[in-house]
C-alpha cells in the first residue's frame, strides 16, 4: 500500500471515529476524565502526558553508582552502596524539626511554602500525615516539567561533589501552610536532613507490595521471578549479595560471590540494578495503568504509562533518544550494535536498536489506548512492550558465553551471569531444561561455557517468549560477518508482528488506536495486517544516529 495512501486513510479512521487518542501522540490533551493542560518534554521522541521529570531522573543515580563502582575499591564500593539505598536524584524530600508541637491535623498532599537560601519561593507538598502535636514534617520537594531544572535540591547518598542544595530549604526558617497561611518555625541540616524516597533499592524492595500483594496483583512477569528465585526482591538479594561478597539464598538460579574481587562482583551490581530491578518497575508500571484504565481513572492510567517508558529510558536520553544513558534504552542500542539488530528492520550495524524503535513505537500506541479507556487492547501493547524487552537480556546471555568460551576473565564472568541471572525466569517458564543448561553455563563460579549450548538453550524457547531468530540477530565480527557458529537461528515460525501478532490482537489494537467501537471491527479488520506490515516500512520512531561509531565504542561492556 503507498505511504500516502496509508496515511489519508489513518487520517479519515481518526476523524470519523472522533477519538483524540492518535493525537494524543503529539500533544498533551484536555479530556473529559481529567485535564492535563501543561506541555511536556518529549523523553526519546515519546510525548508524555504528565509530570515523570521526577521519575525520569532515575538514571542519574546509576550513573553516580557506575562511576563508585569503576574504581574497584572498598571505599568506592562502601560509596556506590550508599548511592543504592540512599539514592539523591528522585522523590526527594525534607525532614524539618518544628520548634513547636504541630498545633492541626495536616493531611498528607496538603501544599506547603518554603524558601531558599538565595530567598527563592520553594512548593513543596507534604508527604506524609502530619498529626497534630508532631515535631517534624515531611516535605516532598514539588518538581519542574523542564528535565535539566527538574529538582535542585539533591542530596541522598551522593558524595558532596554530586549534590544540589541550590533549591534546598533553608536551615532555619518557617514553612508555610498554603490552606489557611499558618506559619511553622522548623530547624535542620541540609545536608542530614533531605532524603530521597525513591532509590535503585526501593524499587527492588517494593516488588511484593507493588506487583504481588496489591488489589489487581499478581503482575504476570513480577509472580514469574518470584518463583523462580523464591523472593519478590530477589534484585536486591543478588545486589547487597554481590557488594558484601556473600552468597544468595535463592530456590534457584543462586549465585556465591565469596571466590571475586571487585571487577566481577561490580559488573553483577551495576547491571543488576537495571536489568534485574529497573526493568521489572517499568512493566510494573505499564501494568499499574492498566490497573487504572479499568478503574476508569484514565489520568493515573496515562501518569503511570508514562512513569514507564521514564523508568526504561532516563534523562541522559534526552528529549530526542540521542543522548548516552545508562538504563535498557541504552542497552537495547549496545546489544544491537554487537547483533546486527539495528535500525527500523533490524538488519543495521550501527544506529539506534529495532528493539526502542518498537518500544516506542508500541509505548505511543499504549499510551493512546489508555487516554481512550481501551484498557484490553492496552494490555496487549503492554504484552508486545514485554516481549521485546528481553530481546536484549538474550543478546546480553549470548554475546559473553561466547567470549567466554573462548577465555575466562572476570569482570566477562560477571557479566555474563547477572545478564543470565536477568532472563533466566523467563526461560523457566517456557522449559525448566534450557534455563538449567544456561544457568549451568553462565552461573557465578562456572569453570567453562559451552556458547553452543547456551545458543540451542535460548532458540528452543523463542517461540515461546513470542520473540525470533530475526529480533535477536548473531554476533558479528568488526567486518560485520557473523562469527563462526553464530549465524541467526532459522526460526520454524512466523514472525511476531506478521500472522502471529494478528491472532495475539494486533488488530483489535489498530482498531482501537484508530477509532470507536466500530473501527474496531470494521477498520481492525480490513487494514490491520496492511498495518503490521506498514510498520516496518515507515519511518523510524527515532531519527539515525548522526555519530554511528559511537555506539560501536560502548560495546566492551
Known amino acids: 500500500m503507498p505511504r500516502f495512501i496509508f496515511t489519508i486513510l489513518v487520517a479519515w479512521a481518526a476523524q470519523a471515529s472522533g477519538n483524540v487518542a492518535n493525537a494524543s501522540l503529539r500533544s498533551p490533551v484536555e479530556s473529559e476524565n ?28 546509576q550513573m553516580h553508582l557506575e562511576e563508585q563502582l569503576d574504581k574497584e575499591t572498598a571505599s568506592g564500593f562502601m560509596d556506590a552502596k550508599a548511592i543504592y539505598r540512599e539514592g539523591g536524584n528522585s522523590k526527594s524530600i525534607a525532614l524539618v524539626n518544628l520548634l513547636e508541637d504541630l498545633p492541626i491535623d495536616i493531611p498528607a498532599n496538603e501544599k506547603f511554602l518554603a524558601f531558599a537560601e538565595d530567598g527563592d519561593e520553594i512548593n513543596l507538598t507534604l508527604y506524609k500525615n502530619a498529626e497534630k502535636g508532631t515535631k517534624q514534617l515531611h516535605l516532598r520537594y514539588d518538581t519542574s516539567t523542564v528535565q535539566e531544572y527538574y529538582n535542585q535540591c539533591r542530596i541522598g547518598g551522593l ?104 571487577s566481577g562482583r561490580a559488573e553483577c551490581i551495576k547491571k543488576g540494578t537495571v536489568y534485574m530491578n529497573v526493568f521489572m518497575f517499568v512493566l510494573r508500571e505499564f501494568e499499574h495503568g492498566l490497573d487504572y484504565c479499568e478503574d476508569e481513572d484514565y489520568d493515573e492510567a496515562v501518569s503511570s504509562w508514562d512513569k514507564g ?25 549496545k546489544r544491537s550494535a554487537n547483533f546486527k539488530t539495528c535500525g527500523l528492520n533490524g538488519d543495521q550495524m550501527t544506529s539506534k536498536s529495532q528493539v526502542n524503535h518498537e518500544f516506542l513505537t508500541l509505548a505511543k500506541i499504549g499510551q493512546a489506548l489508555v487516554v481512550g479507556g481501551k484498557c484490553k487492547e492496552a494490555r496487549k501493547t503492554k504484552e508486545a512492550i514485554a516481549d521485546i ?38 526461560i523457566h517458564a517456557a522449559n525448566p531444561e534450557s534455563a538449567k543448561i544456561i544457568y549451568d553455563n553462565m552461573r557465578v ?35 560485520g560477518n557473523y562469527i563462526q557458529g553464530g549465524a541467526p537461528c532459522q526460526a520454524a515460525y512466523e514472525k511476531r ?42 519511518g523510524p520512531v527515532l531519527e539515525p544516529c548522526q555519530d554511528d561509531g559511537d555506539i560501536g565504542d560502548r560495546t566492551i561492556d
Not at 562456572?446 to 520473540?467: D, L, P, Q, R
Request: proline share 2%; glycine share 10%.
Open 34 to 61: 481529567g485535564s492535563r493542560k501543561l506541555s511536556y518534554e518529549p523523553i526519546a521522541n515519546y510525548i508524555p502526558q504528565s509530570k515523570v521529570t521526577d521519575h525520569n531522573a532515575i538514571d542519574l543515580d
Open 159 to 262: 558524595q558532596e561533589k554530586d549534590m544540589v542544595t541550590t533549591g534546598c530549604v533553608k536551615g532555619f526558617a518557617n514553612a508555610k501552610y498554603k490552606k489557611n497561611g499558618g506559619l511553622y518555625r522548623y530547624s535542620y541540616s541540609i545536608t542530614s536532613g533531605n532524603y530521597n524516597a525513591r532509590n535503585l533499592q526501593y524499587i527492588s524492595k517494593e516488588a511484593e507490595s507493588k506487583m504481588l500483594d496489591c488489589p489487581k496483583c499478581p503482575y504476570k512477569d513480577a509472580l514469574m521471578f518470584s518463583k523462580y528465585y523464591g523472593q519478590a526482591d530477589y534484585g536486591d538479594e543478588w545486589i547487597m549479595a554481590a557488594f558484601d561478597g556473600k552468597q544468595t539464598t535463592f530456590s534457584n538460579g543462586n549465585a556465591d560471590f565469596s571466590n571475586w574481587a571487585y
Open 309 to 333: 517508558v521514564a523508568y526504561y529510558t532516563g534523562s541522559q536520553e534526552k528529549e530526542n533518544g540521542m543522548g548516552k544513558g545508562y538504563l535498557l534504552y541504552d542497552l537495547a542500542d
Open 389 to 426: 524487552m528481553y530481546v536484549p537480556l538474550v543478546q546480553g546471555t549470548l554475546r559473553y558465553a561466547y567470549k567466554l568460551s573462548n577465555a575466562r576473565v572476570e569482570r566477562e564472568e560477571g557479566e555474563g551471569a547477572v545478564f543470565a541471572a536477568a532472563v533466566l525466569p523467563r
Open 445 to 479: 563460579g562456572s569453570k567453562s561455557t559451552n556458547f553452543k549450548a547456551v545458543k540451542g538453550a535460548f532458540e528452543s524457547v523463542y517461540k515461546n517468549m513470542n520473540i525470533n531468530c530475526d529480533q535477536v540477530g548473531s554476533i558479528i565480527e568488526n567486518n
Open 497 to 538: 508482528g506478521d500472522d502471529e501478532g494478528v491472532k495475539d490482537g494486533s488488530t483489535v489494537v489498530l482498531g482501537a488506536v484508530l477509532g470507536s467501537v466500530s473501527g474496531v471491527l470494521f477498520i481492525g479488520s480490513v487494514f490491520a495486517i496492511l498495518f503490521i506490515n506498514h510498520r516496518r516500512k515507515q
